[in-house]
Protein backbone atom coordinates (compact mmCIF):
# COMPACT_ATOMS: atom_id res chain seq x y z
CA UNK A 1 0.00 0.00 0.00
CA UNK A 2 1.11 3.71 -0.92
CA UNK A 3 1.49 6.08 1.59
CA UNK A 4 0.21 9.51 0.56
CA UNK A 5 2.56 12.51 1.74
CA UNK A 6 1.04 15.64 3.43
CA UNK A 7 3.02 18.44 1.28
CA UNK A 8 0.77 21.15 2.83
CA UNK A 9 3.03 24.18 3.46
CA UNK A 10 5.95 23.19 1.72
CA UNK A 11 5.37 24.62 -1.54
CA UNK A 12 4.45 28.50 -2.11
CA UNK A 13 1.78 29.46 -4.88
CA UNK A 14 4.33 29.61 -7.54
CA UNK A 15 5.54 25.71 -6.94
CA UNK A 16 9.01 27.22 -4.94
CA UNK A 17 9.84 25.23 -2.16
CA UNK A 18 9.39 26.92 0.98
CA UNK A 19 12.57 26.88 2.95
CA UNK A 20 12.66 27.48 6.73
CA UNK A 21 15.38 28.07 9.00
CA UNK A 22 16.34 26.68 12.15
CA UNK A 23 15.03 28.67 14.68
CA UNK A 24 18.85 29.34 16.58
CA UNK A 25 17.87 30.18 20.44
CA UNK A 26 19.07 32.92 22.15
CA UNK A 27 20.70 32.46 25.74
CA UNK A 28 21.52 34.98 28.04
CA UNK A 29 24.80 35.76 29.29
CA UNK A 30 24.79 35.25 32.76
CA UNK A 31 28.39 34.65 34.76
CA UNK A 32 28.81 31.00 34.94
CA UNK A 33 26.85 30.32 31.77
CA UNK A 34 29.34 27.32 30.11
CA UNK A 35 29.97 27.30 26.43
CA UNK A 36 31.97 26.95 23.90
CA UNK A 37 33.61 28.74 20.64
CA UNK A 38 33.35 26.50 17.62
CA UNK A 39 36.08 28.41 15.62
CA UNK A 40 38.66 28.12 18.71
CA UNK A 41 37.71 24.92 20.40
CA UNK A 42 37.62 27.13 23.47
CA UNK A 43 35.02 26.30 26.50
CA UNK A 44 34.51 28.48 29.40
CA UNK A 45 32.41 29.95 31.73
CA UNK A 46 31.12 33.72 31.35
CA UNK A 47 32.90 35.99 33.73
CA UNK A 48 31.80 39.24 31.87
CA UNK A 49 29.75 40.21 29.14
CA UNK A 50 28.59 44.03 27.62
CA UNK A 51 27.23 44.95 24.38
CA UNK A 52 30.97 44.47 22.62
CA UNK A 53 31.93 40.98 23.63
CA UNK A 54 31.80 38.19 26.13
CA UNK A 55 34.55 37.24 28.44
CA UNK A 56 34.63 33.16 29.10
CA UNK A 57 37.21 31.53 31.84
CA UNK A 58 38.54 28.28 31.33
CA UNK A 59 38.93 25.35 33.57
CA UNK A 60 42.56 25.96 33.75
CA UNK A 61 41.72 29.86 34.88
CA UNK A 62 42.94 31.05 31.22
CA UNK A 63 40.63 33.91 29.90
CA UNK A 64 39.37 34.92 26.48
CA UNK A 65 36.69 38.00 24.76
CA UNK A 66 34.50 36.78 21.93
CA UNK A 67 32.27 39.01 19.73
CA UNK A 68 28.82 38.28 20.57
CA UNK A 69 28.02 36.81 16.90
CA UNK A 70 24.40 35.32 16.07
CA UNK A 71 25.13 31.76 16.20
CA UNK A 72 28.81 32.09 17.55
CA UNK A 73 28.51 29.36 20.56
CA UNK A 74 27.82 26.16 21.32
CA UNK A 75 25.55 25.83 24.65
CA UNK A 76 24.85 22.40 25.36
CA UNK A 77 26.30 21.11 22.66
CA UNK A 78 23.65 23.45 19.99
CA UNK A 79 24.03 26.85 18.22
CA UNK A 80 23.01 29.26 20.47
CA UNK A 81 23.27 33.50 20.31
CA UNK A 82 24.62 35.00 23.41
CA UNK A 83 22.61 38.41 24.58
CA UNK A 84 23.77 40.83 26.84
CA UNK A 85 21.71 40.34 30.58
CA UNK A 86 19.19 42.68 31.15
CA UNK A 87 19.41 45.62 33.27
CA UNK A 88 18.96 44.47 36.72
CA UNK A 89 18.43 46.98 39.55
CA UNK A 90 21.60 48.26 40.31
CA UNK A 91 23.87 46.93 42.93
CA UNK A 92 26.18 49.42 45.00
CA UNK A 93 29.57 49.56 43.14
CA UNK A 94 32.31 47.76 44.39
CA UNK A 95 36.04 48.83 44.26
CA UNK A 96 38.99 46.45 42.98
CA UNK A 97 39.37 45.43 46.68
CA UNK A 98 36.02 44.26 46.65
CA UNK A 99 34.35 46.96 49.01
CA UNK A 100 31.39 48.90 48.37
CA UNK A 101 32.79 51.91 46.80
CA UNK A 102 32.12 55.47 48.22
CA UNK A 103 30.39 57.63 45.48
CA UNK A 104 31.05 61.21 45.51
CA UNK A 105 33.68 60.69 48.42
CA UNK A 106 36.41 63.38 48.42
CA UNK A 107 39.87 62.43 49.65
CA UNK A 108 40.42 62.10 53.70
CA UNK A 109 43.04 64.22 55.12
CA UNK A 110 46.02 62.14 55.33
CA UNK A 111 45.90 60.18 59.09
CA UNK A 112 49.78 60.14 60.86
CA UNK A 113 49.16 56.09 60.60
CA UNK A 114 51.19 54.92 57.45
CA UNK A 115 51.55 51.43 55.96
CA UNK A 116 55.09 50.52 54.67
CA UNK A 117 56.03 48.02 52.33
CA UNK A 118 59.24 46.71 50.72
CA UNK A 119 59.53 48.55 47.07
CA UNK A 120 57.62 51.07 44.58
CA UNK A 121 56.21 47.37 42.98
CA UNK A 122 54.57 46.79 46.13
CA UNK A 123 53.16 49.88 46.18
CA UNK A 124 51.96 50.19 42.98
CA UNK A 125 50.27 46.98 43.70
CA UNK A 126 48.35 47.74 46.59
CA UNK A 127 47.64 51.31 45.50
CA UNK A 128 45.77 49.54 42.04
CA UNK A 129 43.82 47.14 44.21
CA UNK A 130 43.06 49.07 47.35
CA UNK A 131 43.60 52.50 46.46
CA UNK A 132 40.00 54.04 46.91
CA UNK A 133 39.85 52.57 50.30
CA UNK A 134 43.15 53.98 51.08
CA UNK A 135 41.97 57.50 50.00
CA UNK A 136 38.18 57.06 51.84
CA UNK A 137 40.44 56.68 55.23
CA UNK A 138 42.79 58.62 54.59
CA UNK A 139 45.89 56.24 55.08
CA UNK A 140 49.20 56.55 53.05
CA UNK A 141 51.32 54.01 51.94
CA UNK A 142 55.00 54.38 51.72
CA UNK A 143 57.96 51.74 49.90
CA UNK A 144 61.01 51.43 52.14
CA UNK A 145 62.79 50.03 50.05
CA UNK A 146 64.32 47.50 51.40
CA UNK A 147 64.40 46.09 55.15
CA UNK A 148 67.85 46.27 56.10
CA UNK A 149 67.33 49.29 58.52
CA UNK A 150 63.35 48.29 59.77
CA UNK A 151 64.41 48.87 63.09
CA UNK A 152 65.54 52.06 63.54
CA UNK A 153 63.16 53.34 60.75
CA UNK A 154 60.59 52.01 62.93
CA UNK A 155 61.99 53.82 66.29
CA UNK A 156 62.27 57.04 63.84
CA UNK A 157 58.56 56.86 63.14
CA UNK A 158 57.92 57.04 66.90
CA UNK A 159 54.43 54.84 66.63
CA UNK A 160 52.10 55.42 69.44
CA UNK A 161 48.11 54.86 69.16
CA UNK A 162 47.08 57.35 66.92
CA UNK A 163 50.13 56.83 65.01
CA UNK A 164 49.86 53.04 64.64
CA UNK A 165 52.24 51.73 61.66
CA UNK A 166 51.44 48.67 59.76
CA UNK A 167 54.37 46.84 57.69
CA UNK A 168 54.05 44.76 54.28
CA UNK A 169 57.01 42.22 54.10
CA UNK A 170 57.76 39.84 51.14
CA UNK A 171 59.16 36.33 51.77
CA UNK A 172 57.38 36.12 55.72
CA UNK A 173 58.22 32.38 56.50
CA UNK A 174 59.66 30.50 59.21
CA UNK A 175 63.00 31.05 59.94
CA UNK A 176 64.16 33.67 57.36
CA UNK A 177 65.38 37.14 58.18
CA UNK A 178 62.43 38.75 57.67
CA UNK A 179 60.30 37.15 60.08
CA UNK A 180 63.33 38.25 62.57
CA UNK A 181 63.66 41.44 61.84
CA UNK A 182 59.57 41.63 62.01
CA UNK A 183 59.69 40.15 65.06
CA UNK A 184 62.33 42.67 66.60
CA UNK A 185 60.05 45.83 65.79
CA UNK A 186 56.46 44.07 66.91
CA UNK A 187 54.34 45.91 69.60
CA UNK A 188 51.28 46.80 70.24
CA UNK A 189 51.05 50.11 67.74
CA UNK A 190 53.25 48.51 65.00
CA UNK A 191 51.95 45.27 63.07
CA UNK A 192 53.78 43.33 60.27
CA UNK A 193 51.95 41.45 58.09
CA UNK A 194 53.25 39.58 54.76
CA UNK A 195 53.21 37.02 52.36
CA UNK A 196 55.28 33.20 51.61
CA UNK A 197 56.31 34.36 47.88
CA UNK A 198 60.08 35.40 47.42
CA UNK A 199 58.46 38.87 45.54
CA UNK A 200 55.20 40.81 45.02
CA UNK A 201 55.02 39.71 41.43
CA UNK A 202 54.90 35.83 42.50
CA UNK A 203 51.32 36.89 44.55
CA UNK A 204 49.86 37.86 41.52
CA UNK A 205 48.10 34.71 39.73
CA UNK A 206 50.54 32.75 36.88
CA UNK A 207 46.97 32.57 34.94
CA UNK A 208 46.47 36.60 34.64
CA UNK A 209 50.03 37.33 33.53
CA UNK A 210 49.07 34.55 30.65
CA UNK A 211 51.82 31.56 32.33
CA UNK A 212 51.18 28.50 33.74
CA UNK A 213 53.29 28.91 36.63
CA UNK A 214 55.93 31.31 37.80
CA UNK A 215 59.79 30.09 37.11
CA UNK A 216 62.01 28.69 39.40
CA UNK A 217 64.88 30.96 40.09
CA UNK A 218 68.30 29.69 40.62
CA UNK A 219 69.18 30.71 43.93
CA UNK A 220 71.45 33.69 44.02
CA UNK A 221 70.31 35.04 40.78
CA UNK A 222 67.79 38.34 41.33
CA UNK A 223 64.40 37.05 41.17
CA UNK A 224 63.04 39.12 38.85
CA UNK A 225 65.85 39.20 36.48
CA UNK A 226 65.65 35.35 36.78
CA UNK A 227 61.94 35.49 35.91
CA UNK A 228 62.06 37.93 33.08
CA UNK A 229 64.89 35.96 31.36
CA UNK A 230 62.92 32.83 31.95
CA UNK A 231 60.08 34.04 30.26
CA UNK A 232 61.60 36.47 27.47
CA UNK A 233 60.07 39.46 28.90
CA UNK A 234 63.09 41.57 28.51
CA UNK A 235 64.48 43.53 32.04
CA UNK A 236 62.57 43.85 35.25
CA UNK A 237 61.27 46.96 33.79
CA UNK A 238 59.47 45.30 31.37
CA UNK A 239 58.07 42.37 33.66
CA UNK A 240 56.94 45.72 35.88
CA UNK A 241 54.38 46.95 33.17
CA UNK A 242 53.37 43.41 31.78
CA UNK A 243 52.32 42.41 35.67
CA UNK A 244 51.53 45.20 37.56
CA UNK A 245 49.65 46.02 34.16
CA UNK A 246 47.25 43.17 34.53
CA UNK A 247 45.81 43.55 37.57
CA UNK A 248 42.58 44.62 37.84
CA UNK A 249 40.96 43.35 41.00
CA UNK A 250 41.62 41.27 44.11
CA UNK A 251 40.70 38.33 42.54
CA UNK A 252 44.00 38.55 40.55
CA UNK A 253 45.81 37.88 43.46
CA UNK A 254 46.62 35.24 45.88
CA UNK A 255 44.98 34.85 49.22
CA UNK A 256 47.88 35.33 51.11
CA UNK A 257 48.32 39.02 49.91
CA UNK A 258 45.01 39.61 50.41
CA UNK A 259 44.49 38.96 53.58
CA UNK A 260 47.61 40.53 54.72
CA UNK A 261 46.62 43.86 53.29
CA UNK A 262 43.48 44.10 54.73
CA UNK A 263 44.91 43.00 58.30
CA UNK A 264 47.15 46.39 58.09
CA UNK A 265 44.36 48.50 57.14
CA UNK A 266 42.06 47.39 59.51
CA UNK A 267 44.58 47.93 62.28
CA UNK A 268 46.10 51.38 61.00
CA UNK A 269 42.61 52.73 60.80
CA UNK A 270 41.42 51.01 64.34
Known sequence: MTRAHDYRGAFAADGTRIRTRKQ???VVAEPGLVVEDPASGFCGAVVGVDARGVTLEDRHGGRRVFPLRPAGFLYEGAPATLVVPRSAPAAPARSASGSVRVQGHTARTARAARIWVEGLH?????????????????V???????????????AEFEPGPQRRLGVL???LVEGSKETRAAAAVAGPHVL??????????QAVKPSVVGIGAWPEVPRGTDWKTGVCRALRWGEPADGARRVLGAVRTYRDLETPLIGAVEQLIDFVTT
Open 122 to 138: DAELVERVWGHDLRVEG
Open 24 to 26: IPE
Open 169 to 171: VDH
Open 140 to 154: VVEPMHGMDDLAAAV
Open 192 to 201: VTGHPYVDVW
